[in-house]
């Protein structure tokens, strides 16, 4: 079992920047890969970026290369995601997620966050 806890969201102007964190916890968490999907009101959840279980391999959505930046800090088993020109299509809940290799699609077998608010105004 691996539990998830984000942070970081909040109001921002277009062209802002954000940073979320996610901390991970549980049994082999450190294994684990760990991503960000988002969910806009009225819309299905989508991927934003995933990063590997020892930081070494990153994926992001066409959608936010070059504007976003995901890391880990492997020591607090943390992931973040570095936010930078938000755009108002950027507004979303982010959901911080576990899973076993670094994938731009969900699974059953993937944990989730509670997610946390991002909202970019014009």
């Known amino acids: 079992q691996v539990q998830l806890v984000e942070s970081g969201g909040g109001l921002v102007q277009a062209g802002g920047s954000l940073r979320l964190s996610c901390a991970a916890s549980?049994?082999?968490?450190?294994?684990?890969?760990l991503g960000w999907f988002r969910q806009a009101s009225g819309k299905e959840r989508e991927f934003v970026a995933a990063?590997?279980?020892?930081?070494?391999?990153?994926f992001y959505a066409d959608s936010v290369k070059g504007r976003f930046t995901i890391s880990r800090d492997i020591a607090k088993n943390t992931v973040y995601l570095r936010m930078n020109s938000l755009k108002p299509e950027d507004t979303a809940a982010y959901y911080c997620?576990?899973?076993?290799?670094?994938?731009?699609?969900?699974?059953?077998?993937?944990?989730w966050g509670q997610g946390t608010q991002v909202t970019v105004s014009t």
């Open positions: 997620t576990a899973q076993t290799e670094p994938r731009p699609r969900t699974t059953p077998d993937d944990y």
């Open positions: 549980g049994r082999e968490s450190n294994d684990y890969a």
């Open positions: 990063i590997s279980w020892n930081g070494g391999v990153t």
